[in-house]
């Protein structure tokens, strides 16, 4: 990345930090409540979850892709990271395996459309009543994909797309409203989960229907058309 990209990197990345401290601070009651709601009691480090692989980036990062999951699970309360399960290595394994990217690490951006870690997607639609956590974690996140797209103008991959009208919406409001008149919505993808062989089912059947094309132009005929749909 250029000086300059970097530097309005670190700015966002202070902006992204100070967002989950906020969030922290105004909901000091958010862990007891995490636990309430769990389906077993377990260690919970960190309620609201910054990315510390943001701290690990520098400027000789070429950065292709932003990735956009749930919400951090089990794996990332523990290690303050995003991606770090099952589904993100799964993910990582598809993109270097097809040459997508040559260092996912130094790659791909991953945010999440909530920093609320729960062990569940599912867990957090009870969270819905505790407002105005519950939607203003969701803006903050939209708003960083916002700041991050507009300093590396690469492509976006929200991956996930049966609960952005229900768990997601906040975040999917917030997104349409930063992207309406945006012309980086073009490079704005939607995908399944990696998680379960969900991506990858799909893009089978959709390779195999258009064997001429390379994976990365597959991948994009998939995220356009569900973009078209979904957003």
Excluded at 67 to 82: H, L
Excluded at 123 to 135: D, G, N, T
Aim: charged content about 25%; some cysteine; overall charge positive.
């Amino acid at each position: 990345m250029t000086e300059n990209q970097f530097l309005d990197f670190l700015n966002t990345k202070k902006t992204f930090k100070i967002g989950i401290e906020n969030l922290n601070k105004s909901n000091p009651d958010l862990k007891k409540l995490l636990l309430e709601i769990q389906e077993k009691n377990y260690g919970i480090v960190n309620p609201l979850v910054y990315n510390k692989k943001f701290d690990e980036v520098t400027c000789n990062y070429n950065i292709k892709y932003i990735w956009i999951t749930d919400n951090p699970g089990v794996k990332e309360n523990q290690q303050n990271r995003y991606g770090v399960g099952s589904s993100g290595n799964a993910g990582k394994n598809f993109m270097e395996s097809h040459g997508l990217v040559e260092n996912f690490d130094h790659e791909v951006l991953i945010l999440n459309k909530s920093p609320i870690h729960t062990r569940v997607t599912a867990k957090l639609a009870k969270l819905r009543e505790k407002e105005p956590l519950y939607s203003d974690a969701q803006k903050l996140m939209a708003g960083l994909c916002y700041s991050l797209h507009s300093i590396f103008k690469c492509q976006v991959w929200i991956l996930g797309t049966s609960n952005l009208n229900k768990i997601f919406l906040p975040f999917k409001l917030e997104f349409q409203n930063l992207y309406k008149d945006s012309h980086m919505m073009e490079q704005v993808f939607l995908y399944n989960h990696f998680s379960q062989g969900q991506f990858k089912r799909v893009y089978n059947i959709y390779s195999k229907e258009h064997c001429d094309l390379k994976p990365v132009e597959v991948c994009k005929l998939i995220g356009d058309k569900n973009r078209k749909n979904l957003l």
